[in-house]
């Protein structure tokens, strides 16, 4: 037997093999924000912010930080969209309220996080979560302070609760 008609068998099967599924491998299963939930979400942080008498913009992110919605709201600055939709990137990267983001900013300056594309350290913006799992996030911006358009996200949230389950 010559080497030739080992060679290219075992090429084959080796090909073979590394093409085969690693056991118990199987498609992930993941839930997402639908156009209904997510239009819901930035329609009620919008009135929310709306009635307190704060002009703002609002934007939603989904699962991998994708906009979703996003609302420039009457007599809102010319930043207040962008704004709003980096905080909602930011808690959506980092799966934790922007303004806890901005706090660890704080707290250690050096970080090189806060130089990442689109991450903005400023409060106003909350996940999405089904369970414990993150898929997607609310941004707001243009209330005075950051504690007010966190209060107008949650708000959205919280109408959206049970559908989030």
């Known amino acids: 037997m ?14 073979v093999i590394s ?6 491998a ?21 009135e929310s912010c709306v009635h307190q008498g704060y002009n703002v913009s609002v934007s939603v992110v989904g699962l991998e930080g994708q906009p979703l919605v996003s609302l ?11 704004n709003s939709l980096r905080k909602a990137y930011t ?4 799966r934790i309220p922007s303004g806890e983001f901005a706090q660890r900013v ?27 799992t993150v898929i997607g996030a609310v941004g707001v911006s243009g209330a005075p302070g950051g504690e007010k358009d966190e209060a107008c996200a949650k708000a959205a949230i919280d109408k959206v609760a049970d559908q989030l389950k």
């Open 2 to 15: 010559n080497s030739r008609s080992i060679f290219f068998p075992a090429i084959a099967l080796i090909a």
């Open 19 to 24: 093409n085969a599924a690693p056991a118990g």
């Open 26 to 46: 199987e498609l992930l299963t993941l839930k997402a924000l639908s156009t209904p939930i997510a239009l819901s979400i930035a329609q009620t942080a919008y």
């Open 72 to 82: 420039r709201g009457d007599g809102t600055s010319p930043h207040t969209i962008e």
């Open 91 to 94: 808690s959506r990267t980092f």
């Open 106 to 132: 704080k707290d250690n300056p050096t970080s090189g996080q806060v130089h990442l594309a689109n991450i903005v350290a400023a409060q106003g913006a909350l996940p999405i979560k089904t369970g414990d």
